[in-house]
């Protein structure tokens, strides 16, 4: 257990809708990673949140965008749903902004589209 | 642009003996390398890093090497035990500035078997 805790484990929509996945970071940790990993692909990154700024940004669509809370969980939602967005989104969280190779992963949300 | 490929998508060892995986990389400014390794339904869990000051890290039965003038590294598993089998992804930092400061790039991953 990473103690990143994601939000739902599985969720199947049909395009053109709209979903939010949730992540709680490990107890401390003030950044937040957003990555996707689509079949075939590397994990991207998408976005890092640290102590609720965001702080750097990878190859995020316009249709996603994220928010890290008060509480530090955040948040990646995902807009107008295509069959491409179908993958595996996982949460990684770090003590500081640029501990990102000390993060630990969730397990990870599988998103599929219909 | 693949600045971090793993071009092996899958790797079959028996048990016992070595496993070595490869990893390619383009972008001359990364400062740091990791291997994960991720079982199904699980998330990447780190395995072992070097920092590119270096070019061999070993920690236990887990090594890698790393060759600057060619942009490339490698995990060797000796001995490979099934227990081992699992996806293993490379990744690279760069701690420059831009939005691109302190972002893991991470290769497509390779499937390790090994069989008992």
């Known amino acids: 257990d990473s103690g990143v805790t994601q939000t739902p484990k599985h969720l199947i929509t049909a395009t053109g809708q709209r979903v939010t996945l949730r992540c709680s970071p490990r107890?401390?940790?003030?950044?937040v990673y957003w990555y996707q990993q689509s079949l075939d692909q590397g994990l991207q990154f998408l976005i890092q949140y640290y102590n609720g700024e965001e702080r750097a940004k990878g190859n995020i669509l316009e249709r996603f965008s994220a928010q890290q809370f008060p509480d530090l969980h955040s948040e990646l939602n995902l807009s107008s749903l295509e069959l491409g967005d179908s993958a595996l989104y996982f949460c990684?969280?770090?003590?500081?902004?640029?501990?990102?190779?000390?993060?630990?992963f969730g397990q990870g949300t599988r998103l599929t589209v219909v | 642009d693949q600045q971090v490929k793993q071009n092996s998508p899958s790797l079959s060892v028996q048990e016992g003996r070595i496993s070595i995986l490869n990893c390619d990389y383009t972008n001359s400014m990364f400062d740091y390398f990791l291997w994960y390794k991720k079982y199904p339904a699980e998330g990447p869990t780190f395995l072992i890093s070097?920092?590119?000051?270096?070019d061999k890290n070993e920690d236990g039965r887990f090594t890698v090497f790393l060759n600057k003038s060619a942009k490339h590294l490698s995990l060797h598993i000796v001995p490979s035990q099934p227990g081992d089998s699992a996806v293993y992804f490379c990744a690279a930092l760069s701690l420059a500035g831009g939005t691109s400061y302190g972002k893991l790039t991470f290769g497509q991953g390779t499937i390790l078997t090994v069989h008992p």
């Open positions: 990684a969280s770090s003590p500081t902004a640029t501990s990102e190779a000390e993060a630990f």
């Open positions: 070097i920092s590119s000051i270096k």
């Open positions: 107890s401390g940790d003030l950044s």
